[in-house]
């Protein structure tokens, strides 16, 4: 069974932007779920950045990226994305997507089922 997979990682400079997408194909997928992003910087532990519901209406996001980040998702192409505007260097982390059955909590990481591999954001200053 498929994986969800990320994309749209990179080097950016403070105040840049970023978009980063994830795929969610195969039969694993099909039907409804919550997708969510979280991040993990070295030494730290993996952390809920933002999640959106099975049918869109729901989002939420982490008080750092409030204002700044916006999640996103398109149900007929299995895909999620996060735009990321004013980088920090502190946003610098592995981006992981995830999916998780629908009515899951969106910010609780072990509610999420499946996992992408992650794609590295590194925002200098």
């Known amino acids: 069974q498929g994986q969800p997979v990320e994309s749209g990682g990179g080097l950016v400079q403070a105040g840049d932007s970023l978009r980063l997408s994830c795929l969610a194909s195969?039969?694993?997928?099909?039907?409804?779920?919550?997708m969510g992003w979280f991040r993990q910087a070295p030494g730290k532990e993996r952390e809920f950045v933002s999640a959106?519901?099975?049918?869109?209406?729901?989002?939420d996001y982490a008080d750092a990226v409030k204002g700044r980040f916006a999640i996103s998702r398109d149900g007929a192409k299995n895909t999620m994305s996060l735009q990321m505007n004013d980088l920090k260097p502190e946003d610098s982390a592995v981006y992981f997507c995830?999916?998780?059955?629908?009515?899951?909590?969106?910010?609780?990481?072990?509610?999420?089922?499946?996992w992408g591999q992650g794609t590295q954001v590194t925002v200098s200053s």
């Open positions: 995830a999916l998780g059955p629908a009515g899951i909590s969106l910010v609780e990481l072990t509610a999420y089922r499946f």
């Open positions: 195969g039969r694993t997928f099909v039907g409804t779920y919550t």
């Open positions: 959106i519901s099975w049918n869109g209406k729901t989002t």
